[in-house]
């Protein structure tokens, strides 16, 4: 079984930056594509990144492109997500996911991925 852990949720300005974490227990955490989706009350989960096992093919939604970078330390068994230019509408609960496949197909579709954190509440305020 596979746990994960998210971290690094807060309240920030617009404008500002946060950095999540989330830690993954077991030992395959390494053979693992990893992503991060967000949800907002009364709305559906929404894809926000992926990356690869090897952390060298990243995949982001266009919302985020440009203004979040996945990252993943393979020694630490840890996913990264770096918000920076934070927006209103970037307010959610953020959820950490792991895809046992190691493809990165259907990087955006949540029953790709098989493990799923509790999620970390971000707000941004305006």
């Known amino acids: 079984q596979v746990q994960l852990v998210e971290s690094g949720g807060g309240l920030v300005q617009a404008g500002g930056s946060l950095r999540l974490s989330c830690a993954t227990s077991?030992?395959?955490?390494?053979?693992?594509?990893m992503g991060w989706f967000r949800q907002a009350p009364g709305k559906e989960r929404e894809f926000v990144a992926k990356i690869a096992w090897s952390g060298g093919n990243r995949i982001y939604a266009d919302s985020v492109k440009g203004r979040f970078t996945i990252s993943r330390d393979n020694a630490k068994n840890t996913v990264y997500l770096q918000m920076n230019s934070l927006k209103p509408e970037d307010t959610a609960v953020y959820l950490c996911?792991?895809?046992?496949?190691?493809?990165?197909?259907?990087?955006?579709?949540?029953?790709?991925?098989?493990?799923w954190g509790q999620g970390t509440q971000v707000t941004v305020s305006s």
């Open positions: 996911a792991a895809d046992t496949n190691p493809t990165m197909g259907r990087a955006s579709n949540p029953r790709s991925y098989d493990y």
């Open positions: 077991g030992r395959t955490f390494s053979r693992y594509a």
